[in-house]
């Protein structure tokens, strides 16, 4: 098994198509089609469906692929910090969040880095909680800032904690429950959530509570519609303060719950792959952002109000 192969299945994969997946790659199409054909043949196994609409991967070829874009990365990675310790640090960073987890100090330390080394190119994603361990796993991202507690992470990533953020219920402005005072009251009505309860903290806010989970439960990940929908319908809403701080328009038309049960915050953590694994790109990074929240002789930006 080559890396030429490898990087041949995964063009060919995403791109649908022979041609393209050649053109990409600068490799003529039947040198594309040899290197597939050997990989086949070393594996036993299809690896590809040809037909009229395009070329797709066998169960056999999306495993390999999924396992292929790792190797990649691991191999970019590899070159880059070779590159890093022949010279100055000009590597890729690549960084996941949630809307929800930067905030002024993830901003301040961001800047120092950047003035630290102007040279590594800095990507910032941001994508909802699973897809941002999704991420890390296949190895696009070099680390994330997550909402997701650490009992539910997996083996191989380093997870700290950073720090708390404030959170609230809320209902849109004239909702017949917006005077509920307990967390029963609201089991009955439609929930509005980011992630699934399973991973949301409105789950434990249930559980410790020793309340039934509520069953009408729409999951929405798109930032724009969930914000429109908590205006306009009558589901309940679970929010950062920091963000509801930050849009005027949420506040005008959102009203903050007041029951007697605490809402759950978002505990917001940093996780990157094993120490072993990061390029010092990463590394760098990570020091930063680990000294800032968890140094008590830090200097700590204020959040804005």
Same mark, same amino acid.
């Given at each position: 098994m080559?890396l030429?192969?490898?990087?041949?299945?995964?063009?060919? =994969?995403?791109?649908?198509?022979?041609?393209?997946?050649? *053109?990409l790659?600068? %490799?003529?199409? &039947?040198?594309?089609?040899?290197?597939?054909?050997?990989l086949?043949?070393? /594996?036993?196994? &299809? /690896?590809? %469906? $040809?037909?009229?609409?395009?070329?797709?991967?066998?169960e056999y070829?999306?495993?390999?692929?999924r *396992?292929?874009?790792?190797?990649?990365?691991?191999?970019?990675?590899?070159?880059?910090?070779?590159?890093?310790?022949?010279?100055?640090? +000009?590597?890729?960073? !690549?960084?996941g969040?949630? &809307?929800v987890? #930067?905030?002024?100090?993830?901003?301040s330390?961001?800047n120092?880095?950047?003035?630290?080394?102007?040279?590594?190119?800095?990507?910032?994603?941001?994508?909802? #909680?699973?897809?941002?361990?999704?991420?890390? $796993?296949?190895?696009?991202?070099?680390?994330? /800032?997550?909402?997701?507690p650490?009992?539910?992470?997996?083996?191989?990533?380093?997870?700290?904690?950073?720090?708390?953020?404030?959170?609230?219920?809320?209902?849109?402005?004239?909702?017949?429950?917006?005077?509920?005072? !307990?967390?029963?009251?609201?089991?009955?009505?439609?929930?509005?959530?980011?992630d699934?309860?399973?991973?949301?903290?409105?789950?434990?806010?249930f559980? +410790?509570?020793?309340? #039934?989970w509520?069953?009408?439960?729409?999951? =929405?990940?798109s930032?724009?519609?969930?914000?429109?929908?908590?205006?306009?319908? @009558?589901?309940?809403?679970?929010?950062?303060?920091?963000?509801? +701080?930050r849009?005027?328009?949420?506040? @005008?038309g959102?009203?903050?719950?007041?029951?007697?049960?605490?809402?759950? #915050?978002m505990?917001?953590?940093?996780? =990157?792959? @094993?120490?072993e694994?990061?390029?010092?790109?990463?590394?760098a990074?990570? @020091?930063e952002?680990i000294y800032?929240?968890?140094?008590?002789?830090?200097?700590?930006?204020?959040?804005?109000?």
């Amino acid at each position: 098994m080559k890396l030429h192969q490898l990087r041949a299945m995964v063009s060919i =994969c995403e791109s649908g198509s022979i041609q393209e997946a050649s *053109r990409l790659l600068h %490799i003529s199409q &039947p040198a594309l089609s040899k290197g597939i054909k050997e990989l086949e043949a070393e /594996l036993g196994v &299809p /690896l590809l %469906i $040809r037909s009229n609409r395009g070329i797709t991967a066998t169960e056999y070829g999306e495993r390999l692929v999924r *396992r292929a874009r790792l190797i990649l990365e691991e191999v970019r990675r590899a070159r880059e910090e070779i590159e890093t310790l022949k010279g100055v640090m +000009d590597g890729k960073l !690549s960084i996941g969040v949630s &809307p929800v987890t #930067p905030g002024a100090q993830f901003i301040s330390s961001l800047n120092r880095y950047r003035k630290r080394y102007p040279k590594v190119h800095i990507q910032i994603h941001e994508l909802r #909680p699973s897809k941002l361990m999704e991420g890390l $796993r296949e190895g696009l991202l070099d680390m994330a /800032l997550t909402s997701l507690p650490p009992a539910r992470s997996t083996d191989g990533f380093h997870w700290v904690e950073l720090y708390e953020q404030p959170t609230v219920l809320a209902v849109r402005k004239g909702h017949p429950q917006a005077d509920a005072t !307990s967390l029963l009251q609201l089991r009955e009505l439609d929930w509005l959530l980011q992630d699934s309860l399973e991973q949301s903290k409105v789950g434990t806010m249930f559980e +410790d509570n020793e309340i #039934p989970w509520p069953e009408n439960v729409i999951e =929405c990940a798109s930032v724009v519609l969930f914000s429109e929908m908590a205006t306009s319908t @009558d589901a309940v809403s679970y929010w950062s303060q920091r963000v509801l +701080d930050r849009t005027q328009n949420l506040m @005008d038309g959102l009203q903050v719950l007041k029951i007697a049960e605490p809402v759950p #915050p978002m505990n917001i953590s940093l996780v =990157c792959r @094993d120490q072993e694994l990061m390029t010092r790109e990463a590394k760098a990074l990570a @020091d930063e952002l680990i000294y800032v929240y968890k140094s008590p002789h830090a200097v700590k930006a204020p959040e804005p109000a």
